[in-house]
């Protein structure tokens, strides 16, 4: 008899390459519906969790979509849900409240031999640690 493999796909193996974390605070560079009022381009929030699977973040406070729920049971309630939904990955950056601009992220190795998150100040073009 044939033994069943556990193959995963490449969907289910892929990771996401980015330098960014949760908690970070981001902002969205495009997207958004300026028809429907959801201009998303602009505005800034902390990433609550990554979708590695689609390339896509969740961002604190933006994208808010609606979903209706119904009871499924007596005691629960039915009605309408608002939560964030989605961003591709592609369209936010890391959002640095000093400079109230998005700023690129590098890894950068230290003398000992430690690896850190900065970026480079477009101001005085020096590298600036974010992990202390």
Same mark, same amino acid.
């Given at each position: 008899m044939a033994e069943k493999r556990n193959h995963k796909t490449a969907a /289910?193996? $892929?990771?996401?390459?980015?330098?960014?974390? /949760?908690g970070d605070p981001v902002m969205v560079l495009v997207g958004g519906n300026a $028809?429907?009022?959801? @201009?998303? $381009?602009? /505005?800034?929030? $902390?990433?609550?969790?990554?979708?590695?699977k689609r390339d896509r973040v969740?961002? @604190?406070?933006?994208?808010?979509?609606?979903?209706?729920?119904r009871?499924?049971?007596?005691?629960?309630a039915s009605g309408i849900l608002e939560k964030e939904g989605s961003v591709h990955i592609s369209n936010v950056m890391y959002y640095n409240e000093e400079l109230k601009r998005p700023v690129r992220l590098k890894v950068k190795r230290? @003398?000992?031999g430690r690896k850190v998150r900065g970026f480079i100040n477009p101001e005085t073009k020096k590298f600036? /640690?974010?992990?202390a």
């Open positions: /289910q193996k $892929k990771k996401l390459d980015t330098r960014l974390r /949760q $028809k429907k009022n959801r @201009e998303l $381009k602009g /505005q800034t929030g $902390k990433i609550l969790r990554f979708i590695p969740v961002v @604190e406070g933006l994208n808010i979509i609606k979903r209706h729920k009871a499924s049971m007596m005691n629960e230290l @003398e000992d600036e /640690q974010l992990d």
